[in-house]
């Protein structure tokens, strides 16, 4: 089975987006399949081609035994909608040059396509659906055009809105099947009148093989490891809520718009607020282990958004301080694996701070037992791998079906 998978960002970048892509492409390496990826020159969250990258078109690595076709895209992190827009269809132009590869295309089974970008997954869609009729599966992670709405980035109802409400539709209309990292997002879907096959896709972390040991809280030590952007506004999040007059310590990895000011901000500040930099995928991992809590922050109600992080935390044995709604918290809470909070109502955050760092111990060892029982079971990466393989099955058999319907009225003739 030989697989393509289309997608913006993936390692070496660093971030929720390129990990999740990641976990797919080798996690289908591991089960037999011959995975190749396609995207941009890495430029995440930094917005700016990194070295070894830069002054070239195109460039094709091998990452953990994945072929990496990487072309060229306007690199930035400008909070102006017209500078994020721009880079969007850079890379939905770019990747053109990929097109003229027919032999290599027509072998794939399936091409796995990833939005957002929607300019970059119209462009994917027309690529290698219509032109070259390969089955085109569509990896919704978010819901554009919605979520930037939502986000402050677009107006409802304007140009660019219309745009991409457009290609949105589009893609919808094309693809053979969808996978959904939220069950909001196929609900979403749904609506548009799509009853193509859909598959709950989320975006799980390879089991954490560990022995299981108790955690000591003194002192009490809360990390966030991720982007620094508007999104989350870790910024915001430390000029609002006073770690050291809780008596605790808050820990940064991470980078992206933000990290500048943030380090600005905590210099020359005894505020019990530590930025570390960004760590290799792995050394995080290790270094979240030896946490009390991790915060998992959004600063408004995201439809369909179940932030990666939930899950990253799962296997190490780290509750969550999830600051959102929907379904992110429904998980949260059905499981027992953190404490919730509304979206920016850091009142409510300092009490789960409180309410977590107060808590018996007896309690607060079995709530980092439930993270790990989760994740070992219905959050599960290597049970879901298994499930989307019978999948892509179905979507297989499905589109043999409907070729056959589609000859029968020739052959009646």
């Known amino acids: 089975m030989r697989i393509l998978i289309v997608s913006p960002t993936y390692p070496p970048e660093v971030g929720a987006a390129p990990s999740r ?54 690199a930035s992190v400008s909070k102006h909608p ?16 990929f097109a003229p590869r027919a032999s290599q295309i027509l072998k794939y089974d399936y091409v796995i396509v990833q939005t957002p970008s ?5 462009s994917a869609m027309a690529i290698f659906k219509r032109i070259y009729g390969r089955k085109t599966l569509l990896n919704v992670s978010d819901i554009w055009p919605d979520t930037a709405v939502e986000l402050g980035a677009m107006r409802r109802g304007s140009l660019p809105f219309r745009v991409m409400q457009w290609m949105e539709r589009y893609v919808y209309k094309h693809c053979d099947a969808v996978q ?4 909001e997002i196929l609900e979403h879907i749904e609506k548009f009148g799509n009853e193509k096959p859909a598959f709950l896709y989320r975006n799980l972390q390879h089991t954490v093989e560990r022995e299981f040991k108790p955690l000591g809280r003194q002192p009490f030590r809360i990390a966030y490891a991720g982007l620094l ?20 310590e808050f820990h940064l990895y991470g980078s992206g718009n933000q990290c500048e000011e ?34 998992v922050p959004l600063t408004v109600r995201i439809h369909g958004a179940v932030p990666s992080k939930i899950f990253d935390l799962m296997p190490l ?67 879901q791998m298994e499930r989307y393989l019978g999948f892509l099955e179905e979507v297989n058999v499905a589109q043999a079906e409907k070729s056959v319907v589609k000859k029968r009225p020739n052959q009646i003739l």
């Open 317 to 383: 044995g780290v509750p969550a301080l999830f600051c959102g709604g929907g379904e992110g918290a429904r998980i949260i809470e059905e499981y027992g694996v953190g404490l919730t909070s509304p979206p920016a109502d850091f009142e409510a955050l300092i009490d789960n701070i409180k309410r977590l760092r107060e808590m018996p111990d007896e309690e607060y060892q079995a709530m980092r037992r439930r993270c790990v029982e989760a994740a070992g079971g219905d959050f599960n990466f290597d049970r």
């Open 180 to 183: 959904g990292q939220s069950k």
């Open 21 to 74: 892509i990641s976990n797919m492409a080798e996690g289908l390496m591991k089960a037999g399949a011959q995975v190749d990826v396609l995207g941009a020159l890495p430029n995440y969250p930094k917005g700016r081609i990194f070295d070894g990258y830069r002054r070239r078109f195109s460039k094709k690595d091998v990452i953990n035994g994945v072929r990496v076709y990487r072309y060229w895209t306007y």
């Open 229 to 248: 952007g508007v999104a989350q506004d870790i910024l915001g999040l430390i000029k609002s809520v006073d770690f050291k007059a809780l008596g605790v």
């Open 262 to 295: 943030i380090k600005s901000h905590l210099t020359g500040r005894d505020l019990n607020v530590y930025y570390h930099g960004s760590l290799p995928k792995q050394e995080m991992v290790n270094t979240l282990m030896g946490y009390n809590a991790s915060i």
């Open 82 to 97: 017209l500078s994020r827009i721009a880079s969007m269809f850079a890379l939905a132009t770019t990747i053109w040059a």
């Open 118 to 122: 929607l300019p970059v997954a119209a």
